[in-house]
């Protein structure tokens, strides 16, 4: 057999968890601080602020020791009453997931489904919305960026719809893997409740969440009845003393991370942020505009305006994408993302879906060893696709940063 040349650093291209900067790792790496007074009490305080920067708002945010799936719970534990009707917008698993925990804490979904390679269609929404002329929809869920499908959704429109009808729902928006790499403006756009995790866009290890709220959905608080002690909002942005805020032990190093990613990303900037992601995206896309030309692999969102920034979902001719990913970490040291949600898992139609993650803390370099590591991996394989995809990206890349 030959010999792998995989040793050496290995990349996790994957849609979260994403690649976490030395410096969060560095920062982490210290004795257990104080919990009660000092450095981390004064370091806590000043996370929300720069949370909310990042989350384009004014209004509150609530940290939670918790992966998405528990901010999930916790944004819809802290807003509905049992029985409130909900309006699901799906544009691939992540949607669907966010409704089944609705779902099981009593409400009732309405799910409108877009299918997996589409993203929501406004004028079936307001159709929902007129029909429900007693207003029972407390909520309208979206998903931002779906991770599974890679599909943008306009959640601008999506809130100026709401408006325009004059529908009291609540907007509750998923920022999960768009949050601090795709655009997102959370007050202008008219969002009542975000939630977001820290191990994607915020590039630091799984284990704390964010539910960011304005006044509108404060109010609503009053009238839940779901809400369970560990997971109401109220003392987490209002404490008497210091552990409330976590409801309990501050998760201390995650703390530290966190600041650092945040000192990180509000020193480069939050447009800046934005370009680079886009920036990035596109040479990936440019890549993959030549190497579909060999019939093998096309894009999953076929409009670019509708793909997200910080993850991408390609289809492949069965098995080739599951080849693709084994050799890419076997032999390059560079794990790309398995598909999601796009066939049933095991089956033979599944070995024809990947990702590539490209949210966080990636750069010009990074992105261009993901784009030669799979084209590398295409020739390795006998993969048919089309040649000079490397070149194309270059290329794209030197175009928009030309001296
Ligand atoms: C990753 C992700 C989730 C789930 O987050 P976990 O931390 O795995 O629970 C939910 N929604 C979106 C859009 C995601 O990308």
């Known amino acids: 057999m030959t010999p792998k040349l995989s040793q050496g650093r290995h990349y996790l291209a994957i849609p979260g968890p994403s690649v976490i900067p030395d410096a969060v790792l560095q920062a982490m790496h210290r004795p257990a601080p104080n919990i009660y007074k000092g450095e981390l009490v004064d370091l806590v305080e000043g996370l929300f602020p720069d949370l909310c920067k990042v989350g384009r708002t004014s209004h509150h945010v609530a940290i939670y020791i918790a992966n998405g799936h528990g901010v999930w719970e916790a944004a819809l534990a802290n807003t509905l009453a049992r029985g409130d009707k909900v309006l699901v917008l799906a544009t691939g698993t992540f949607g669907h997931g966010w409704g089944d925990v609705a779902e099981g804490l009593g409400a ?27 207003h029972e929809i407390r909520a309208v869920l979206a998903v931002h960026v779906d991770t599974a499908t890679s599909a943008r959704n306009d959640i601008a429109a999506l809130g ?155 289809r492949m001719t069965a098995p080739f994408a599951t080849q693709l990913r084994e050799w890419a970490e076997d032999q390059a040291g560079l794990t790309l993302g398995i598909g999601l949600g796009l066939a049933p898992s095991n089956s033979p139609q599944s070995h024809g879906f990947f990702r590539i993650g490209h949210m966080g803390h990636v750069n010009a ?26 070149e194309a990206a270059a290329q794209y890349i030197a175009d928009q940063q030309s001296v």
């Open 108 to 134: 009732r979904p309405q799910v409108l489904d877009f299918g997996n390679r589409s993203d929501i269609d406004m004028s079936r929404v307001g159709e929902a919305l007129k029909a429900d002329v007693n």
């Open 160 to 314: 100026r719809l709401i408006a325009d009808l004059g529908h009291p729902a609540l907007l509750m928006v998923d920022c999960i893997a768009s949050l601090g790499c795709d655009r997102f403006e959370m007050d202008d756009w008219g969002v009542d409740v975000m939630v977001t995790g820290c191990q994607k866009g915020l590039m630091t290890p799984p284990g704390m969440g964010f539910v960011y709220f304005n006044d509108k959905a404060a109010a609503a608080r009053d009238r839940a009845n779901c809400v369970t002690p560990y997971w109401d909002w109220k003392r987490r942005v209002d404490p008497h003393v210091f552990y409330e805020y976590f409801f309990g032990t501050a998760p201390t190093h995650h703390l530290y991370g966190l600041r650092q990613a945040l000192d990180m990303i509000l020193t480069e900037g939050m447009q800046n942020v934005w370009h680079r992601h886009e920036v990035l995206a596109n040479a990936i896309w440019r890549a993959i505009d030549i190497w579909s030309e060999g019939g093998s692999m096309e894009f999953n969102m076929a409009d670019p305006a509708k793909r997200s920034h910080a993850v991408t979902s390609l």
């Open 365 to 390: 370099q990074m992105i261009m060893s993901v784009i030669g590591t799979i084209d590398t991996g295409l020739k390795a394989l006998n993969i048919p696709h089309g040649s000079g995809a490397t």
